[in-house]
Structures are given as C-alpha cells and as structure tokens.
C-alpha cells in the first residue's frame, strides 16, 4: 500500500513538472508568432529600444537616373548587392527623366529621382500622391565660354547666350538671375535655345556657341576637350548671391509614392539613412564613387572624379527642405504656372521622417 501511495505521488510529480515546462515553453512561441518575419540581425544590437528599428525588410523599387542623382546613389546600389543594406534595392538607372515619371507614375517604381520642379507638377497630376521626399542635386549650370571674356552676369549685357532646357527650370533659373541683375531677357540678352544638352555642348565646342548655360556633366566632358573652353560663373553661387537663404537652386530630387511611404514608412526612412550615407560616400570617398559610377553605366569613371565635385550632390530633407524649397517653386511658378504644374504644391508635399 505504501508503494502504491508512492507511486501515485510520483505520478502526480512528473504531471506538475510538464505542466510547468510545457507553459514555460509556450511563451517564447507566442511571442515568435507576434515578431516580424524578418528583422536585421544588426537592427536591435545595443539599442534600447528595438522598436525604433524597422520591423520588416522590403525590396524598393527605384528608377535613378545617369548624373547626378545616380552618382549619389551608387554607394547604396553597391551595398544592396552585397546585402549589407536594410532593406534590398532594385534600382533601375532610368533612361531619361520622362522615363523615372512614368516608372513613378505607373506603380513600376515607388521611388524616383527626378527634376524638381517635375515633382511639384507629379504632385499635382496624382492629387497628392507624389511626395517630395529630399533634396539630392543643388545647381550644377554653368557659364561656359569660347573665346568670351565673361566675369560677371552684368557682362552678359548684350550677349547672345545659348541654351538647353526650355520650359525647364533651366530656362527659368536664368532668367530669375538676370532678372535681379537689373537685365531683362529678351532684351538686353539674347538667349538661343538648343534642342538638348549633347547639342549644345557640341555648339560650345566647334565655336558656334560662344557663351552657354551648360550642365554637368557636360561642362567638364568640354573643358576636357578644349582648353579654350572656361567655366566663367557658376549660376548656383549667382543664384545665391540674389536669392539669400530665402531659397536653393535645386534641379534634382527624390520623391516617393505617398501610398508606398505609409504602407512602407519604417522601411522607406531606413532607405533614406541609407541613402544619405551614400550621398556622403559619393562626395567624400571621390575615386571610389567614379568607379562605382563607371560599374552601374552611369557615366564613364573619368569623367565622373571630374564632374562629382562640380555636380552639388546633397542630401537635403525635413524642415530645412520644406523651408526652402516654398520660394523656388514660387519663382518657377511666377515664370510660368506650368512649371510646377499649374498650382503651388500644399504642405502634404513633404514627405517628413
């Protein structure tokens, strides 16, 4: 008898213990079921607060384009395909910037890098659901010149100065910087029109063009072959010199499918850490960029250690962007309303972190 009560107290043991066991180990599992599918090993390492780290990876679709904008991205698309990003990259170096709008537009794409003020008239096309996300080109145009001695914008008094760009901010830069240096286009100079950059550059070189408003990475693809070719004022420095701090000359930026960004927002800000380094790593880290440049057929490696210092690649968002970008649109607007594509964007234009 005293076996049996032993026996049965034994029993009695052995359910108390699995019973415990079992609801020890149940609750590492119901917290698995809760976690994100995948989290980066790196994300929570020393933090103390894991959640400020994005909960899932997701592949962003981007269309970039040759220049500047995808020389600032090149350290990010290394990165990506050696897997040491947050999330994965898929970027495609777009053909032209109406291609990366109809990237953007179409769904195909949920990040682009664009021309500023396309942005703005994006905006406006898709009722809001295009956001400014950042700044990432300041000017890159130039005065070049062929056997013209210019040293000041008044100089230009009376001058035929070629162009690319019309109905672009291009067009509307120069005109702005004229403008409040006492010179009125169309009157006191004379501005020709070319149908596409390569077709100025080429005009600036065989000596047809004496004086033009060149872009990057132009500029140093003609001072390279022609010596007699010179960079005699860098409109972003005129820009400033009338406009303050009141504005930036800016011709690229990233924008961002607002649907994407609120589906996708943990993600897409750790993209944009992400890619500020990159911009940094252009502009800091030069010949390796220009390699990097040459490896994703952006531009030749030569001419892109020449161009990257001259391009005013940034990385530029948040409040100092909404605060500056307002009275540029406001200039291209007051040229023509088209521009920026019929209306001031509203406040929801910018994406904020």
Not at 8 to 19: E, F, I, N, P, V
Not at 188 to 195: G, L, N, Q, R, S
Not at 267 to 296: G, I, P, W
């Amino acid at each position: 008898m005293n076996f049996m009560k032993r026996l049965t107290a034994m029993a009695l043991s052995l359910c108390m213990l699995g019973a415990v066991l079992t609801g020890c180990g149940s609750q590492p599992e119901e917290a698995s079921s809760q976690a994100p599918e995948s989290v980066p090993a790196s994300s929570s390492e020393g933090s103390e607060d894991p959640s400020s780290s994005p909960k899932e990876t997701i592949t962003i679709k981007i269309a970039a384009q040759k220049g500047p904008t995808g020389l600032g991205m090149v350290k990010l698309m290394q990165d990506s395909e050696e897997g040491s990003t947050v999330n994965t990259y898929d970027v495609t170096i777009a053909s032209s910037p109406d291609a990366a709008v109809s990237m953007i537009s179409s769904g195909e794409a949920d990040v682009a890098a664009l021309p500023t003020n396309t942005a703005a008239i994006l905006y406006n096309k898709t009722s809001g659901n295009v956001q400014l996300a950042a700044l990432n080109t300041l000017g890159v145009l130039y005065i070049v010149t062929n056997g013209e001695d210019i040293s000041s914008i008044e100089d230009l008094k009376g001058k035929t100065v070629y162009s690319s760009g019309q109905g672009a901010t291009p067009e509307y830069a120069f005109n702005y910087i004229l403008t409040e240096n006492g010179l009125t286009p169309g009157t006191d100079v004379t501005v020709e029109y070319k149908a596409d950059h390569s077709e100025l550059a080429a005009s600036i070189l065989s000596g047809d063009a004496k004086i033009a408003v060149l872009p990057e990475p132009f500029v140093t693809q003609v001072t390279a072959k022609d010596p007699n070719v010179q960079v005699a004022l860098n409109l972003t420095d005129e820009w400033n010199k009338v406009a303050g701090d009141k504005s930036v000359l800016t011709m690229g930026c990233l924008v961002v499918r607002k649907d994407f960004a609120e589906q996708n927002k943990e993600a897409f800000d750790a993209f944009l850490d992400e890619y500020k380094e990159s911009v940094d790593f252009t502009n800091n880290h030069v010949d390796e960029a220009a390699e990097l440049s040459e490896k994703y057929d952006i531009m030749p490696a030569a001419v892109a250690e020449k161009a990257i210092p001259n391009c005013n690649i940034v990385y530029m968002d948040g409040e100092e962007m909404q605060k500056k970008m307002p009275d540029f649109l406001n200039i291209l607007f007051t040229a023509n309303p088209k521009s920026v594509g019929g209306e001031l964007p509203g406040e929801d234009f910018y994406y904020i972190k």
